[in-house]
């Protein structure tokens, strides 16, 4: 996972391990069920890319207490906290390395699922459950922002991930959404041909004036 641990541009230690190992003790010992998702847990499956944060997942009724540990590890909040109506997004900063958890507090699937069938991996040496690219693939479809859309189509070609298996979750689930996972699934592994290029111009030669 170098390239999440340096910044290509600058070649320098983004931070992000230390923060993560830290963030992912404070949830170990709060006992609330979470999962890793995001680029870390891409990562983790195979499939690296530039990331300055971590992606952490819990249901609504234990986003008191994961908020507390995070808190209590020293990360501050930079956001409001959640509310009632479904997958609300919590941002907190590590002042040590300035390294961001984004908490995704969620009150159904598919979180719920990606949270009880997670698997314990080691993220940075540290233990923690973590998403599937399957249980992603199910997360980004619910997403239109270019980044994870890119990472949908990213693990649809890899090769990696059992899309049957994710279409199977996805149908007992919400199956109103098939529609649009085979479509995206389609557009993934058959994307569409480059524009042409146009022809290019021949330059003029310039005529060298007498005299």
């Not at 690219?133 to 189509?153: I, K, M, T």
């Amino acid at each position: 996972m170098d390239l999440l641990e340096t910044d290509p541009v600058t070649g320098k230690r983004t931070g992000l391990a230390r923060t993560v190992r830290k963030a992912l003790r404070a949830m170990r010992a709060s006992c609330v069920p979470f999962s890793v998702i995001g680029a870390t847990a891409l990562a983790v499956r195979g499939l690296p890319r530039m990331s300055r944060d971590l992606d952490l997942v819990v249901l609504v009724d234990d986003a008191d207490v994961a908020i507390d540990a995070l808190r209590d590890a020293g990360l501050r909040a930079s956001t409001p906290t959640y509310d009632d109506e479904g997958a609300t997004e919590l941002i907190f900063v590590d002042p040590a390395t300035g390294v961001e958890v984004d908490l995704l507090v969620a009150a159904g699937d598919p979180e719920a699922t990606v949270i009880g069938e997670a698997q314990p991996t080691a993220v940075f040496g540290a233990a923690a459950p973590v998403a599937s690219l399957e249980h992603l693939l199910l997360l980004y479809l619910y997403s239109n922002q270019p980044r994870h859309l890119g990472d949908f189509a990213s693990i649809a070609q890899s090769g990696r991930a059992d899309l049957k298996k994710a279409e199977r979750s996805l149908a007992l689930m919400h199956p109103e959404m098939l529609t649009t996972y085979r479509r995206r699934v389609k557009e993934a592994r058959t994307p569409p041909a480059a524009a042409p290029r146009p022809p290019a111009r021949r330059s003029t030669p310039t005529r060298r004036r007498k005299g």
